[in-house]
Antibody, heavy 117, light 107 residues
Framework: QVQLHESGPGLVQPSETLSLTCTVSGASISSYYWSWIRQPPGKGLEWIGYLHYSGITHYNPSLKSRVTISVDTSKNQLSLKLSSVTAADTAVYYC???????????WGQGALVTVSS | DIQMTQSPSSLSASVGDRVTITCRASQSISNYLTWYQQKLGRAPKLLIYVASSLQSGVPSRFSGSGSGTDFTLTISSLQPEDFATYYCQQSYSPPYTFGQGTKLEIK
């Protein structure tokens, strides 16, 4: 059974860097693409970007200058870094397995990150 | 970016009703269209992929159709557990984008 679990600080100061980790169990992180998706409170879904363990990445242009997605295959973990955050980056952040046709079949439970001083 | 527009934004219906939600893409996306269900405080759940393929474990009362720019999600007979928010998503061209959501409420 595939499971994803996001973890990281729930509160980040404005202008700082948001860092989250997604731990994957039940599947090898080397076998798929993996995405980060976020959802501001009460709002819709925004795709942040995806990564393949081979190093292929694709970021949403709206966030590209501030985002880094990386992988640690030894720990079967995916990570997200978002720099220079503002209150507009407050959201629930999800990691999700991304299949060949670009849909997301397994999701983590989500991690709420609040940007506030 | 490809814009996805869902209609209606909200919908009231009763148990047993047949419900249809529409999703329109700002350009042709072939069949690269996915539907998700999201309940309050939970992650989205995959229902339908490549426009009409039912995800394993999803009840057969859910169906999807369409290609090009116009797509529909149909629930043939609403059950109490179906009241949730539904999102469409295109994966034809990154950045992948979602519709704004359709909130399905109990009448």
């Amino acid at each position: 059974q595939v499971q994803l679990h996001e973890s990281g600080p729930g509160l980040v100061q404005p202008s700082e860097t948001l860092s989250l980790t997604c731990t994957v169990s039940g599947a090898s992180i080397s076998s798929y693409y993996w995405s980060w998706i976020r959802q501001p409170p009460g709002k819709g879904l925004e795709w942040i970007g995806y990564l393949h363990y081979s190093g292929i990445t694709h970021y949403n242009p709206s966030l590209k200058s501030r985002v880094t997605i990386s992988v640690d295959t030894s720990k079967n973990q995916l990570s997200l870094k978002l720099s220079s955050v503002t209150a507009a980056d407050t959201a629930v952040y999800y990691c999700a397995r991304t299949l060949d046709m670009g849909h997301f079949d397994y999701w983590g439970q989500g991690a709420l990150v609040t940007v506030s001083s | 970016d490809i814009q996805m527009t869902q209609s209606p934004s909200s919908l009231s219906a009763s148990v047993g009703d047949r419900v249809t939600i529409t999703c329109r893409a700002s350009q042709s996306i072939s069949n690269y269209l996915t539907w998700y269900q999201q309940k309050l405080g939970r992650a989205p759940k995959l229902l339908i992929y490549v426009a009409s393929s039912l995800q394993s474990g999803v009840p057969s009362r859910f169906s999807g159709s369409g290609s090009g720019t116009d797509f529909t999600l149909t629930i043939s007979s609403l059950q109490p557990e179906d009241f949730a928010t539904y999102y469409c998503q295109q994966s034809y061209s990154p950045p992948y984008t979602f519709g704004q959501g359709t909130k399905l409420e109990i009448k």
